[in-house]
């Protein structure tokens, strides 16, 4: 059986048309309705911004490409005009798009801003996995001048941080052997006590959640006489995101425990939700995160597990390939193993919830051919 390779196919089932949602924000260019700019790092966070504010604001992407990572991305005198200029700045944060804070840190004043990577930190995850049964009450994100708003009741940190780890065992390189490590948090510690950054936040469905209702109560600071319209965005955003934590539940209960591989750390939030083991050689992620190459033994050890079937998916980092990164997908490809591509931002014509739903497709067609 040859494998297939499916990169977010738009097949989304939720209802989206409502809300008129596209890929990313309008160019500079256009005109909103209140002649107010919301700047974004990524098409992702342009996304959510559209979805929350609709058409009252000009939301601009600075990397508008999908395809362009952020890791090695300089920024032109251009991009410090635009977040100067910006209203509000929405970002990721957690070391995934500093330029952004490098440039809202040469700012004075700076504009306000919401960093959803402190978001992610501050906001509750105790609920059950594949759902999170409530939305309401969300921390506040963090401007440069460390101004909060009143309106939202603050939760206690959850157990779901960056950093979470299941397992001690890892893979052995150097003999070969597959020890299963799924622990999760690839990166430097995030200097806040909570373990080793994740930054890849926008596959944690209740994270995006929480940074919605956020953008949802600064808009309303903003335009006023908007803010019925974007509270009830933020809601019916909640409600979907339910409903895409309904079908992850769905998934788990017929694939809870099954070992997947990733060539980085991308989905691993998504992976918890679905109740999946990440089996890849911490080492081997851990070198493709970081711009490295792998030692010739990790790369031969994730080989053999491929080799061997122990994956039944391979997810595949399609926005930061490299020969290391290729070979582990030829090898899939040689021995019939599903693979589940997926870019680091929302593909152009999309919307974040369309995306997300159809990434859900992806994983559960390649699941149930295991």
Not at 298 to 307: C, E, I, K, P, Q
């Amino acid at each position: 059986m040859r494998a297939q390779t499916r990169i977010g196919a738009a097949t989304a089932s939720l209802a989206l048309a409502s809300l008129g949602l596209v890929a990313c924000g309008a160019s500079a260019d256009d005109q909103s309705s209140t002649g107010t700019t919301i700047v974004t790092s990524t098409t992702t966070w342009a996304s959510i911004a559209t979805i929350i504010g609709g058409e009252d604001f000009t939301i601009e992407a600075l990397i508008s490409d999908p395809a362009m990572g952020p890791h090695h991305y300089e920024t032109s005198p251009r991009d410090i005009a635009t977040i100067q200029d910006a209203d509000l700045v929405l970002f990721n944060g957690g070391g995934y798009d500093q330029f952004v804070v490098d440039a809202l840190e040469s700012t004075s004043p700076a504009p306000r801003s919401i960093n959803a990577y402190d978001i992610h930190l501050e906001h509750d995850h105790d609920a059950d996995p594949g759902h999170t049964g409530d939305h309401d009450g969300h921390d506040q994100g963090t401007t440069p001048d460390d101004a909060h708003h009143d309106d939202h009741d603050a939760h206690d940190e959850g157990d779901h941080e960056a950093g979470d780890s299941h397992g001690e065992d890892s893979h052995d390189a150097s003999s070969g052997e597959h020890g299963h490590d799924d622990g999760h948090g690839h990166g430097d510690d995030d200097g806040h006590g909570h373990g080793p950054v994740n930054e890849h936040i926008w596959f944690d469905l209740h994270t995006m959640s929480a940074v919605a209702d956020e953008l949802a109560g600064q808009l309303s600071e903003m335009n006023p006489d908007g803010a019925e319209a974007y509270q009830a965005n933020a809601a019916s955003f909640a409600e979907q995101i339910e409903a895409l934590e309904d079908r992850a539940a769905s998934i788990r209960a017929a694939h809870e425990g099954t070992e997947v591989a990733q060539t980085e750390p991308l989905t691993e939030y998504l992976l918890d939700e679905l109740g999946l083991v990440d089996i890849a050689p911490r080492e081997f992620v851990l070198a493709v995160e970081n711009g490295t190459d792998p030692a010739a033994s990790v790369t031969a050890a994730f080989s053999d597990l491929l080799d061997d079937r122990e994956a039944a998916v391979l997810m595949y980092n399609a926005t930061r390939e490299s020969p290391t990164t290729r070979i582990m997908r030829d090898r899939a490809e040689a021995n019939g193993t599903p693979i589940v591509a997926v870019a680091e931002s929302v593909p152009a014509g999309m919307s974040y919830l369309e995306w997300m739903d159809s990434i859900l497709d992806d994983v559960a067609e390649a699941l149930d051919q295991e």
